[in-house]
């Protein structure tokens, strides 16, 4: 028998020993056993929410903290078990956890929460005002108690305002048997100064504040992941603590550091190593970046990416120096041969600052002597990677191969 081109790499996976014992495990989808650092929060949540199994509404309330401290985590923790004694006493308490990155819609709130009560609606089409009204019929049928958590609803707010949460926090007095309670969780500091004042002090009833972890406390969570997460002995000394330490940099993460532990364990299994090392963990950080920096571009609406292409556009032409001024009129220049509709100076200028705040172009007000002040920009990514990218794209497919300089005077 010939050998196959790829023997020696499938050859590799069935011969050497694995990394991971369970790469599951150190995916944030993941629910683990125990969530270190996490007693006070987990207490103050089963203690909130275990009066349901009294026959009691629990409070409504509002859990807040920055990215990664684990607000999601612990809901699923205490809802997994809270849900688990209920029926084991035969309570009919629904919990229901709403992502509202995805339930980000009035009709879709709606929608789920009438699944989870059992009433069976179209995915569209009926009115909203409908679709409340058969939920609200089809839970009060029985004595019932359902808490719904809104994980992220600043999400929901954002797109779509106050009014489902304010019919919610209203309907127990129009309930006979059944009972609501809300949670709402957010990792914007200020989102609740922007809900409706009645609305803002029906849901925090109760507030719990998650702090950042510190690196010790990042190096426990990781640690015990490890044990479930690698085989043993293949974490080199000091890959752990790296890996805390870097996520603790900006403020205790605990989904950046699992997922540098993941991604530099992916990386060395990916070279063949046995073990990993902190260079792996340096790597991972790089590669992170990457993928944050292209999920970004990826999604950007086309007058941004037409924007970001005339900054690539100048920033690869002889020009010293970019100003706003030469960017709107390659900016012109690029809607012309794509056929869109151009937006004024002031709208691009707006999409430039919001390139801006996203970490993917960098402007600086600088002075031009007599000529007054500018705006100087350019890209704070690599321009092969904004390429790549953006090429992709339909529109910009169209000026791929379009130079400025014909535009411009040399400055
Ligand atoms: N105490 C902990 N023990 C174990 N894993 C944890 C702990 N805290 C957080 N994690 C893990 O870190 C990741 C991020 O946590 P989580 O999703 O709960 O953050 P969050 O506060 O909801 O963040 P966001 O505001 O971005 O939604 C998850 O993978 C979670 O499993
Ligand atoms: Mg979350």
């Known amino acids: 028998m010939t050998d196959h081109p790829l023997d020696a790499i499938f050859d590799r996976f069935i011969t050497s020993p694995s990394i991971f014992k369970n790469h599951e495990v150190l995916r944030p989808s993941h629910i683990p056993d125990k969530l270190p650092h996490r007693d006070y929060e987990i207490q103050f949540l089963g203690k909130a929410l275990g009066s349901a199994l009294r026959n009691n509404r629990p409070s409504n309330m509002f859990l807040y903290g920055k990215t990664g401290t684990g607000k999601t985590i612990v809901s699923k923790y205490v809802t997994k078990y809270l849900r688990q004694r209920a029926a084991e006493i035969g309570k009919n308490v629904i919990l229901s956890i709403l992502n509202c990155v995805e339930v980000d819609t009035d009709y879709r709130v709606l929608a789920r929460l009438c699944e989870v009560v059992g009433e069976s609606v179209p995915f569209t089409g009926l009115p909203t005002d409908e679709v409340f ?74 507030e719990l504040v998650f702090r950042p972890y510190n690196a010790a406390q990042l190096e426990d969570i990781l640690g015990e992941r490890a044990v479930e997460g690698f085989n043993d002995g293949v974490l080199g000394d000091g890959v752990v603590s790296l890996c805390a330490a870097l996520a603790a940099q900006e403020w205790g993460d605990a989904r950046r550091a699992l997922d540098l532990l993941r991604v530099a364990a992916e990386l060395a299994e990916r070279s063949s190593e046995e073990r990993v090392s902190e260079v792996h963990v340096r790597k991972a950080t790089k590669q992170i970046e990457r993928n944050t920096v292209q999920e970004a571009l990826v999604s950007l609406p086309v007058q941004t990416k037409i924007v970001l292409w005339s900054v690539y556009v100048l920033e690869k032409s002889e020009l010293k120096v970019i100003t706003t001024g030469d960017l709107y009129k390659v900016y012109q220049e690029l809607c012309k041969s794509t056929a869109l509709e151009p937006i004024t100076p002031r709208r691009a200028n707006s999409l430039l600052n919001e390139l801006s705040m996203l970490g993917i172009v960098n402007t600086k007000v600088v002075s031009m002597g007599r000529y007054g002040r500018t705006t ?24 791929s191969d379009f130079t400025a300089d014909h535009l411009l005077e040399k400055n």
Not at 389 to 398: P, S
């Open 376 to 399: 100087k920009v350019s890209l704070s990514v690599s321009p092969r990677e904004v390429r790549n990218i953006l090429v992709e794209d339909f529109h910009i497919k169209k000026v």
């Open 133 to 206: 009204k058969r939920f609200k019929a089809k839970l009060d049928s029985k004595k019932q108690l359902l808490i719904v958590i809104f994980d992220e609803l600043d999400k929901l707010h954002h797109k779509s305002g106050d009014n489902v949460l304010y019919q919610l926090t209203r309907i127990n007095t129009d309930l006979k048997k059944a009972q609501v309670s809300l949670v709402c969780i957010t990792n914007d500091l200020s989102f609740k100064e922007t809900l409706d004042p009645r609305v803002r002090s029906s849901l925090s009833e109760e």
